[in-house]
């Protein structure tokens, strides 16, 4: 029985850092066709913890668990903060 759950838990995992990836260069991609514009890997490692943190809300949302809601809500400050810092850090990049 560990055996079966512990080949489940490396499948779901793997799927997991497949899908991550996946998006990540995805992303990437979709950045620079569309937009003309370059994201550097931290940049798009954001943008895939925004699309993240709006998925597991909008889950949480729908099924009535609030179980990890208010850790996803309270991972919203820093991640503002991180996009403020990195939008300052950009003007500064611009305008040398």
Avoid: C, D
């Avoid at 490396?10 to 003309?36: H, T």
């Amino acid at each position: 029985m560990f055996k079966e759950m512990l080949i489940a838990l490396v499948a779901i995992l793997g799927m997991g850092v497949f899908y991550a990836v996946l998006v990540y260069y995805l992303v990437r991609l979709i950045s620079k066709k569309a937009f003309k514009l370059t994201l550097t890997k931290a940049e798009a490692i954001e943008i895939l913890v925004w699309l993240a943190i709006v998925f597991f809300s909008m889950v949480m949302i729908i099924k009535q668990n609030w179980n990890l809601f208010l850790p996803i809500v309270l991972l919203l400050v820093p991640m503002i903060n991180l996009r403020r810092s990195n939008r300052k850090y950009r003007e500064m990049e611009n305008h040398e």
